[in-house]
């Protein structure tokens, strides 16, 4: 199968995997242990926290370790909406799930609540977060990509807003770490979440950045681990593993940023050659290299994932619920009907997909649209 679904997930790196499974064997201990396999243990959380900083450039003291993007993402809002217990969140109509509907369970507990919606490009005007700001806003959250457009928002003007104004901002940069360039250095992002799984690295692990100064509380209670943030024995091998991630990345981040806009270029351009009434949703250039959302008219996305089977990874414009497919909330909040929504597919490259891989996809995949098009014209 060519797989083209890297923004779900990335395929483990062999490095890391050796690391994971280094851990694993030889590091067992557990981190709170005083003994000699418990030091280890925590060495190597120490160190991993130090590799997960230097690539965000930030302090070592400001990572603390989560099971992954939701629960960062969790601790950021909940913990911002415990601290205060009322008030005002601006985020946008376009946030991942784990984001978008861990602030509706806020507003269905008082929390008052702005969504931004994008405009055609599938940003967020800046403007737009300006205009909500309010005297009792306590946070904002704004993703730096969208998970299915690639759309990278307009971060560094929204993050100056919320600094003149003194409001947390939280930045959700899952899909952006590891694909594109990015730099905690002299940002004015508050809280920043980090998912390894996306950048060649283990499921089960993810980060929280917090700057010094800035004030959440924790949602579990247990033991003093994180810094009193987040209790549970840590995941030690998932930790050496996400600091593996790290360290590739900051060694080749620039081969996997020009290999996969190369590929991402030659895939649509063999895509519009043989379909040519397709259309690119969101911004031709200001996405993630590695990118492409696109509407097929006149077929349905969940119908060609299904027809390319174990040919081809892609993801559709649609989730279901109840029997029913319902079209995507981003693609919705463009402005997208119902039907172009769900006529639209995701295309996201990945560091070892090579040329031939994307001119042979890109072959199945117009011919898949082909069949399925004089299927429909067959029964119409």
């Not at 064997?25 to 003994?35: A, C, I, L, M, T």
């Not at 909940?78 to 376009?94: D, E, K």
């Not at 807003?161 to 590891?178: C, N, R, T, Y």
């Not at 519009?272 to 006149?298: E, F, K, M, Y």
Request: net charge negative.
């Amino acid at each position: 199968m060519i797989y083209l679904d890297n923004n779900a997930s990335t395929p483990v790196d062999p490095e890391v995997s050796d690391a994971i499974f280094s851990c694993i064997k030889r590091d067992f201990g557990n981190p709170s242990s005083v003994h000699m396999h418990g030091r280890r243990a925590k060495e190597i959380i120490e160190a991993s926290r130090k590799y997960v900083s230097d690539l965000l450039e930030c302090s070592q003291n400001e990572i603390f370790f989560t099971s992954g993007g939701t629960e960062a993402n969790n601790l950021a809002l909940l913990g911002t909406g415990m601290l205060h217990q009322t008030g005002h969140i601006i985020t946008s109509s376009i946030e991942h799930p784990s984001v978008f509907n861990t602030v509706r369970h806020l507003e269905s507990r008082g929390f008052e609540i702005t969504y931004i919606a994008a405009d055609s490009t599938g940003a967020v005007k800046p403007e737009d977060v300006s205009n909500a700001v309010r005297k009792n806003t306590i946070l904002i959250s704004i993703m730096h990509s969208n998970n299915e457009t690639g759309v990278l928002q307009p971060i560094e003007d929204i993050g100056a807003l919320a600094k003149k104004h003194a409001i947390p901002f939280h930045v959700d940069a899952a899909q952006s770490i590891g694909k594109s360039y990015f730099t905690l250095l002299n940002s004015s992002i508050d809280m920043l979440t980090v998912v390894p799984h996306k950048f060649y690295g283990p499921k089960g692990i993810g980060a929280l950045y917090i700057r010094s100064g800035c004030n959440v509380l924790p949602l579990m209670f247990g033991a003093d681990h994180e810094m009193g943030l987040r209790p549970g024995t840590e995941n030690v091998p998932g930790i050496a593993g996400f600091a593996k991630a790290c360290q590739l990345t900051m060694s080749d981040l620039k081969l996997r940023v020009s290999h996969t806009s190369h590929l991402s270029e030659i895939l649509f351009e063999k895509l519009l050659h043989g379909i040519t009434d397709i259309v690119l949703n969101g911004h031709n250039t200001n996405r993630l290299p590695n990118t492409l959302n696109i509407c097929i008219p006149g077929i349905s996305s969940d119908d060609l994932v299904n027809k390319l089977n174990d040919q081809v990874a892609i993801s559709s414009g649609s989730a279901c619920h109840s029997g029913k497919q319902i079209p995507s909330r981003v693609l919705k909040s463009m402005g997208l009907s119902d039907g172009e929504a769900l006529s639209s597919i995701r295309l996201s490259v990945g560091k070892d997909n090579t040329e031939d891989e994307i001119q042979k996809a890109a072959e199945i995949i117009v011919g898949a649209v082909r069949d399925l098009r004089k299927k429909t014209s067959d029964n119409s």
